[in-house]
């Protein structure tokens, strides 16, 4: 696929705070690209500079290879969906749809048939003359949609689009966002900060902190190949622990060497060792390469979650098999489970799942600017 906007050197201050700090990205025509991160990273404001809704202080925005930072949003080939999705109350389903072709003045019947092409897409047949304030939150957000497909713009863009509605329906909205933009071919920018959302639609995802990129690549190779301690631990659960590679596919940690699959590491470098909850095995004592105690069960309805003390550090696992509180288990790890990535400003930081209640607060405490 061709690349269709690019951002060079991208940076963006508010009240002398640096929120991008010279973003470099490309985005493919007719790709669906998550920016993801935690609140505060920029992954927003990126997404409003993309629409001509924020001006960068420095770097260059394209467009089909053409400069845009000047264009006004307006004359974008680009259309957004908000969290709050901004219908107008006044207006039935139909004219709410219909309301981007009515200012263009076109006749009717190429109104009448391109509402109808929209809202069958969206699955709203039938619900033409229904007040908008009458909609669950789901119909709303299909509206949302179909209003800002129906001038067909080159770009749509998603902010936290279903960050309003239950679990469910935010599962059901994740498909059919997915198999709507497969189906259009518009190339979707959606941002947010759900790593299971990022996961199951995107083509490409690009993980933010601080400002900056910390990785792009399909959902696979994020997930897989964490670049840094961020990235793994923003993406799914880990546990990541200082370790020293001794030499290619043998490193040292939690006071054992094991055999891993990386290399092209310094002899004796120190590192940061990740290890899934997925991929460890639970044994017994005797056969385990490591020994802890169980401090917590807790069901998760697919399997059991524990968290394990190891010699003062907390693992988490997660097993189908149930294992008792203060039980005293074996671990087991196969050497295509241990990723091995280099050292990172955060290293340290993530892991250790006896803090992991305080991320969590300082996640839901954040107050920055996105």
């Keep these: 696929m061709a690349r269709l906007i690019e951002l060079k050197g991208i940076t963006k201050e508010f009240d002398g705070e640096k929120v991008l700090n010279s973003i470099d990205l490309y985005i493919r025509d007719k790709e669906f690209i998550t920016l993801l991160g935690p609140s505060g990273c920029g992954k927003t404001t990126t997404l409003r500079i993309i629409g001509g809704f924020e001006k960068q202080d420095a770097g260059e925005l394209y467009f089909d290879g053409v400069e845009i930072s000047d264009v006004p949003a307006y004359k974008r080939h ?3 969906v908000f969290q709050k999705y901004a219908l107008f109350p006044h207006l039935n389903v139909y004219e709410n749809v219909a309301f981007a072709l009515r200012l263009k003045k076109l006749p009717e019947k190429e109104i009448s048939e391109r509402v109808s092409e929209m809202l069958e897409m969206v699955d709203l047949v039938g619900f033409e003359a229904k007040n908008v304030t009458t909609l669950s939150g789901g119909q709303q957000q299909r509206v949302a949609i179909a209003r800002a497909l129906i001038s067909k713009p080159r770009v749509l863009l998603l902010d936290e689009p279903l960050g309003a509605l239950d679990l469910k329906l935010r599962k059901d909205m994740q ?8 189906a ?7 941002v947010t900060h759900d790593q299971e959302e990022a996961l199951s639609m995107s083509d490409t995802i690009v993980v933010m902190a601080k400002g900056e990129i910390q990785q792009i690549g399909t959902p696979t190779d994020i997930y897989n190949e964490p670049k ?13 622990l200082d370790g020293v590679m001794i030499c290619d596919k043998k490193v ?3 006071s054992h060497t094991f055999t891993c699959v990386d290399g092209g590491f310094g002899p004796n470098e120190p590192v940061d060792v990740v290890v899934r909850p997925e991929d460890v095995d639970v044994v017994p004592v005797k056969k385990g390469m490591l020994r802890g105690k169980v401090t917590s069960v807790t069901f998760k309805g697919v399997h059991w979650e524990i968290i394990v003390d190891i010699d003062g550090f907390k693992w988490m696992i997660q097993t189908t098999d149930y294992v008792a509180p203060e039980a005293e288990i074996g671990l087991y790890i196969e050497p295509d489970a241990i990723h091995i990535m280099k050292k990172s400003e955060f290293s ?3 892991g250790d799942y006896s803090s992991f209640s305080d991320e969590l607060d300082e996640l839901s405490d ?5």
């Design 184 to 190: 259009t071919g518009i190339t979707f920018i959606y």
């Design 78 to 80: 680009v259309n957004t």
């Design 366 to 370: 954040a107050d920055a600017v996105d």
């Design 348 to 350: 340290g930081m993530f």
């Design 175 to 182: 498909n059919e966002l997915k198999n709507i933009q497969q």
């Design 228 to 240: 840094n301690a961020f990235v793994a631990d923003f993406i799914g659960e880990s546990n990541i």
């Design 252 to 254: 040292s940690f939690a």
